[in-house]
């Protein structure tokens, strides 16, 4: 089975920096995905992780440790656009007995601060 | 353009009248999938479908139907809808190549009175 923690809400200014971390506990491990959501919205990609390392896109970086199941999303340059739910997702392997494509943690709420 | 369309958007019912909300993709990706998003429980997924005619139960499949006849269409039948499938449901399709992420449609907000 799959069990993925992230915090539940964050808070942050703009024009700053956040980390939004995520740990997870898999049965098999084929990539970690980042969705941004805002409220009332359908999800959107930002990143995917399958090897250990640091992913820079613009703004946004997502770090993956497979050793350690962690991953964090780093947002920065903070923009009040930004407030939104970060979801984080892990994707098994067929080995792990399923072929479902992701497995969805809660979800972090950020709040950005003028 | 790319995108993955449902409907209705919006859905408002009684119990135990069957309903259909319908998907649809553009992309010709061979995944498919339904999700269920509740305050507190994030996305669940309720079926899924690797290509035409092959569908299988994700985490929460329990009053739900899913059919795959063409590649394009994945609609998500609930025979007897009951209060507790009140949710924010969500269609997502994505191919077999690459990272293949998921690509989601507008959602369906359903009610069950």
């Known amino acids: 089975g799959q069990n993925i923690d992230q915090p539940t809400e964050m808070t942050a200014t703009e024009g700053a920096i956040v980390q939004i971390n995520c740990t997870y506990q898999t049965s098999g491990f084929n990539g970690l995905f980042w969705y941004q959501q805002h409220a009332g919205e359908a999800p959107t990609f930002l990143s995917y992780n399958v090897l250990d390392g640091l992913e820079e896109k613009g703004r946004f970086s997502s770090f993956l440790s497979r050793s350690k199941g962690y991953s964090y999303l780093l947002l920065k340059e903070l923009q009040m656009k930004d407030s939104a739910s970060y979801l984080c997702a892990v994707r098994p392997t067929i080995s792990s007995g399923s072929a479902r494509q992701l497995t969805f943690g809660s979800g972090t709420q950020l709040t950005v601060l003028p | 353009e790319a995108q993955v369309t449902q409907n209705p958007r919006y859905l408002i019912t009684v119990t135990g009248k069957k309903l259909t909300v319908t998907c649809s993709q553009n992309m010709n990706h061979e995944y498919m999938s339904w999700y269920r998003q509740d305050p507190g429980l994030g996305l669940r997924q309720i079926y899924y479908?690797?290509?035409?005619?092959?569908?299988d139960k994700g985490d929460v499949p329990e009053g739900y139907k899913v059919s795959r006849k063409e590649k394009r269409n994945f609609p998500l039948i609930l025979e007897s809808p009951s209060p507790n499938q009140t949710s924010l449901y969500f269609c997502a399709s994505s191919s077999r190549q690459g990272r293949d992420e998921q690509y989601f449609g507008p959602g369906t907000r359903l009610t069950v009175t």
């Open positions: 479908s690797m290509n035409v005619e092959v569908t």
